[in-house]
T-cell receptor, first 113, second 108 residues
C-alpha cells in the first residue's frame, strides 16, 4: 500500500458527460501529480500541484482541469468526455516539488461508452 | 523535445538474468528512475540514479551513463512474479517523463 488513495476505482460513463476523480496524497506529501495511461501507451503526465498551487503542466487537454485543496487532496475534472478519454488515471504524490520519488495510487479506470 | 526509448517486449526464463535498456534525450536531467508495473496496478519504485554508475539493490541493479543518455535495469535470478512492465522515467526540470515501458514475460 503506497499510502495514496484514489477514488473511485472504476468509472463508467457516456460521451459528453463530466466526471471527477479524487486523490488523497500520502501523509506529509505536498505534491500531487496526475497521469493518464491508455492501452499500450506510457504514463502521460497531465499536471502537478504543490501545496495548493499548480507547479507543472503536461499534455493536459483544455477539457480537463484539476485543483489541490487546502487539505492537500486533489481532484481531476474531465468534461465533454470522448471515447478516447477511456484510460487508467493515476495520481501520485511526493514530499517536495521536484519530481523525486513518486508514490502512486491504485488508479481510476475510466470507461467512456 | 523529450524522448525516452525502451524495447517494447522481452522474454526470459526463470532463474536467468535480463537487462532492460533505456535511452533518453531530454532537455534537462535531474535523475533517472525505474518503476515496476504489474498489469492493471500502480507503478512501484525500483531504483533511482542521479550519478553515473551502478546502483545495486538485491536482485535488481540499475546503471546510468549521463554522457551517453543511457541506462539499464538488470534483473537477476528471475522469478515468475517479475513478469511485469518496467518503466524508465527521467526527471527533468519540472516533471517526471515516462517511457512507454518494457513488458517482460518470465517463462518457467
Amino acid at each position: 500500500d503506497s499510502g495514496v488513495t484514489q477514488t473511485p476505482k472504476h468509472l463508467i460513463t457516456a460521451t459528453g458527460q463530466r466526471v471527477t476523480l479524487r486523490c488523497s496524497p500520502r501523509s506529509g506529501d505536498l505534491s500531487v501529480y496526475w497521469y493518464q495511461q491508455s492501452l499500450d501507451q506510457g504514463l502521460q503526465f497531465l499536471i502537478q500541484y504543490y501545496n495548493g498551487e499548480e507547479r507543472a503542466k503536461g499534455n493536459i487537454l483544455e477539457r480537463f482541469s484539476a485543483q489541490q485543496f487546502p487539505d492537500l487532496h486533489s481532484e481531476l475534472n474531465l468534461s465533454s468526455l470522448e471515447l478516447g478519454d477511456s484510460a487508467l488515471y493515476f495520481c501520485a504524490s511526493s514530499v517536495g516539488d521536484r519530481s523525486e520519488k513518486l508514490f502512486f495510487g491504485s488508479g481510476t479506470q475510466l470507461s467512456v461508452l | 523535445g523529450q524522448n525516452i526509448d525502451q524495447p517494447t517486449e522481452m522474454t526470459a526464463t526463470e532463474g536467468a538474468i535480463v537487462q532492460i535498456n533505456c535511452t533518453y534525450q531530454t532537455s534537462g536531467f535531474n535523475g533517472l528512475f525505474w518503476y515496476q508495473q504489474h498489469a492493471g496496478e500502480a507503478p512501484t519504485f525500483l531504483s533511482y540514479n542521479v550519478l553515473d554508475g551502478l546502483e545495486e539493490k538485491g536482485r535488481f541493479s540499475s546503471f546510468l551513463s549521463r554522457s551517453k543518455g543511457y541506462s539499464y535495469l538488470l534483473l537477476k535470478e528471475l522469478q515468475m512474479k517479475d513478469s511485469a512492465s518496467y518503466l524508465c522515467a527521467v526527471s527533468v526540470t519540472d516533471k517526471l517523463i515516462f517511457g512507454t515501458g518494457t513488458r517482460l514475460q518470465v517463462f518457467p
